[in-house]
């Protein structure tokens, strides 16, 4: 799965679709992206078309009718060996153009979206009908239908989108009603499940009206609703979301929100200090609050969401999943944990992916099962328990255990993964991590009283090295490529099979299995086990399963929302399959009934 999956378009496909779609956004509404056509797409001008109707000076197509004449479109072509493969129509968002008539009409138009019955559903009839026509006659000409047509725009551009795919069916021949649509911050949502409307959760245009009416309550304060084809739960994580002016809201507030609408609108042309102490009082999240526009930004969206579609984590995805994406300034970044806050929107379910930059990032998972990503630079990353995953990237990295060394062990399985396991059994899987920090605490006043202070270890492949001597890894057995059989001790031992077709043979101690790539096959030696599965783990059986074992289940691409083990078990025969896609445990011997499901966790 991913984020970004629609229609027939899931992992790579999704991501080729995003990118297509971020890259046409983003051609209407930079010069720069124009000049080097970005993502590959050239534009088709109107003497190609055969089009009469208004042309700016840079060969951008302008509204052509009494109602949105400032409204801006583009239509791109792809080119193989010369032969047109597929077409993007890219609608521009609210005053890009730069002049004051742009500004004007724009803001008229998104009032008019806002009030009039039905505007929004016709914005791409009223400003380009005539247009739509030539481009479907210019495309069947070339040999294409519908469903290679890309339609995309962001912000009041989203709006055309939503538009387009609203009236599809019923005019120009119902050429566009196969076609792909996708909006970037649209403010409107079109019935059905055209469209899907990528947004963060904290950008006050996005979804601030319900479908395409305007409400006080629904419009003016904090609007995330869920909508049915969009993503609801990705979070740009700037200086404003950790603002007072981002989350507080009193009575002065209350009082000023006419006036924070009129400065939004004039923060817009003339930045000004006096905008800016209005914010302080406005609604957190809201329209009415200029600084929550930094949420808005395109160049925000970009570098965002490439970010997300680049992350190793994005086949655990899914269109609601949380998704924390850092956007700090340089000074914040330095002294900020980017972590999931849940601010001023509905709540948070399910795992968190936290993403960070190519500088140093401060990354901190909560309590639950998180996904953490520092990507380049030296980054420092804290988790509060759980089962988590930690990707430090490149540069020097650093994970922060927030305590005493005592209170975890250390496993290392000899290909990369650092395994931290904390007291109450929670285990953080890492890689690329070059140093522990652990608290340490010296006496003073003759032991009444005591000093904290950091001591760093490095890891090393044989263990934690510090200032303080050697702390060993916990003892493992460790396979490799081909098929292992590996033994724990009496006491407790980490099995790591690797890939290959292992057979893990536990003690009597309380032991972790991690069987790796291929068809395992893993035996209890009676003691509260721990069975961790990551990624296509393989068929796997499990022999001698108890109440008291856990089954941990991360990274398994296609799980989606549903983390109940319910979705996922079924009785064969004497035995218990629990099904992930292609991937299976199969408990020997234990019946539905037998299954503790507080101890199976899917992550």
Do not use: C
């Amino acid at each position: 799965m991913g984020v970004f999956d629609y229609k027939g378009f899931t992992g790579d496909a999704s991501k080729g679709l995003y990118a297509d779609a971020i890259a046409a956004a983003q051609y209407i509404n930079s010069p720069t992206a124009r000049a080097s056509e970005t993502g590959g797409w050239a534009p088709i001008s109107a003497g190609q078309l055969d089009y009469g109707g208004p042309v700016d000076a840079q060969g951008i197509f302008t509204g052509d009718g009494f109602f949105a004449r400032t409204a801006d479109a583009v239509l791109l072509g792809k080119y193989d060996n010369g032969k047109l493969v597929s077409l993007g129509v890219s609608f521009r968002g609210t005053g890009v153009g730069g002049t004051v008539e742009d500004m004007v009409g724009d803001n008229l138009s998104n009032l008019a979206t806002a009030f009039i019955s039905d505007y929004a559903n016709n914005y791409a009839k009223y400003g380009f009908n005539d247009l739509f026509g030539k481009i479907a006659l210019y495309a069947q000409s070339h040999g294409l239908s519908g469903k290679d047509v890309l339609v995309t725009g962001h912000s009041q551009g989203g709006t055309g989108v939503n538009s387009l795919a609203a009236l599809s069916a019923d005019n120009w021949g119902g050429f566009y009603k196969d076609a792909s649509y996708v909006a970037f911050a649209s403010p409107t949502q079109s019935p059905g499940k055209q469209v899907l409307n990528i947004g963060y959760e904290n950008d006050p245009v996005f979804r601030v009206l319900d479908g395409s009416s305007f409400g006080v309550s629904t419009s003016l304060g904090v609007h995330d609703k869920a909508q049915v084809l969009a993503t609801n739960n990705i979070v740009n994580f700037n200086d404003h979301y950790l603002s007072a002016s981002g989350n507080d809201l009193g009575v002065v507030g209350s009082m000023l929100a006419p006036v924070g609408l009129v400065a939004s609108w004039v923060n817009a042309i003339i930045p000004n200090p006096l905008t800016g102490a209005i914010s302080n009082y406005l609604a957190p999240q809201s329209i009415l609050n200029p600084g929550s526009w930094k949420a808005h930004s395109l160049d925000g969206y970009a570098d965002g969401l490439n970010r997300v579609a680049g992350s190793e984590f994005y086949s655990f995805t899914h269109r609601d999943s949380t998704l924390i994406v850092s956007n700090l300034s340089n000074d914040m970044r330095s002294k900020t944990w980017v972590e999931d806050l849940n601010r001023n929107a509905e709540k948070h379910t399910g795992s968190a992916f936290i993403i960070g930059t190519d500088s140093n990032d401060l990354l901190k998972g909560g309590s639950g099962n998180d996904y953490l990503e520092g990507r380049a630079g030296d980054d420092t990353f804290r988790e509060s328990g759980g089962y988590n995953i930690l990707l430090g990237g490149s540069g020097n990295n650093t994970y922060q255990l927030q305590s005493t060394l005592g209170y975890f062990s250390f496993a290392n399985d000899g290909d990369g993964t650092l395994y931290i396991r904390d007291q109450y059994g929670g285990i953080s899987m890492t890689r690329d991590i070059g140093a522990i920090v652990s608290d340490i605490w010296t006496s003073k006043w003759w032991g009444l009283a005591h000093d904290r202070s950091d001591l760093t270890h490095k890891v090393t492949d044989y263990g934690l090295e510090s200032s303080r001597g050697l702390t060993q890894y916990a003892s493992s057995a460790k396979g490799d490529a081909g098929d292992n059989e590996l033994k724990a001790n009496a006491f407790g031992d980490w099995l790591f099979g690797q890939s290959g077709n292992d057979h893990l043979i536990g003690g009597k101690g309380n032991d972790v299995f991690v069987g790796g790539v291929g068809n395992d096959l893993i035996t209890s030696g009676g003691g509260s086990d721990t069975f961790l599965f990551y990624g296509a783990f393989g068929n796997d059986r499990i022999e001698g399963y108890s109440a008291s074992s856990k089954l941990v289940f991360q990274g398994i691409a296609g799980v989606g929302q549903d983390y109940t083990y319910q979705a996922h078990a079924t009785a064969v025969g004497s035995d218990t399959l629990l099904l992930f896609g292609s991937d299976s445990v199969t408990l020997v011997g234990v019946g539905l009934s037998d299954i503790n499901g507080a101890g199976i966790v899917i992550a």
